[in-house]
């Protein structure tokens, strides 16, 4: 089992950047897949995929609407994950949450993911 605890999201204006942190307990990070997920804010928004990396780090995906602005790397040595994002846009203002999984071709499904952060609030002004 593995706990995660998401931190760095904040509030800023279109075009800027921020860099999500999620930090894993437990000497197992390594063995779990990690993704990004977000969740628009509204009733009815689903949680949605935004990036995802191998154990190892050696391969990520990401959705269409954040290829190119967008980085998800880790750490394994610090238990930690990352996704850089720069060029926000206000659509990018969401919760955003880290999963981990078990399996190391997880893709974007969220029912993949077994464990989950509390998530942490992007906000980003035009």
């Known amino acids: 089992q593995v706990k995660l605890v998401e931190s760095g999201g904040g509030l800023v204006q279109a075009g800027g950047s921020l860099t999500l942190s999620c930090a894993a307990s437990?000497?197992?990070?390594?063995?779990?897949?990690m993704g990004w997920f977000r969740q628009h804010p509204g009733p009815g928004e689903e949680r949605e995929f935004v990036a995802g990396i191998r154990r190892s780090g050696d391969r990520t995906h990401y959705t269409d609407s954040v290829k190119g602005r967008f980085t998800i790397s880790r750490d394994n040595a610090k238990n930690t994950v990352f996704l850089q994002m720069n060029s926000l846009k206000p659509e990018d203002t969401a919760v955003y949450y880290c999963?981990?999984?078990?399996?190391?071709?997880?893709?974007?499904?969220?029912?993949?993911?077994?464990?989950w952060g509390q998530g942490t609030q992007v906000t980003v002004s035009s």
């Open positions: 437990g000497r197992t990070f390594s063995s779990y897949a």
């Open positions: 999963a981990a999984a078990v399996s190391d071709y997880s893709g974007s499904a969220s029912d993949n993911y077994a464990y």
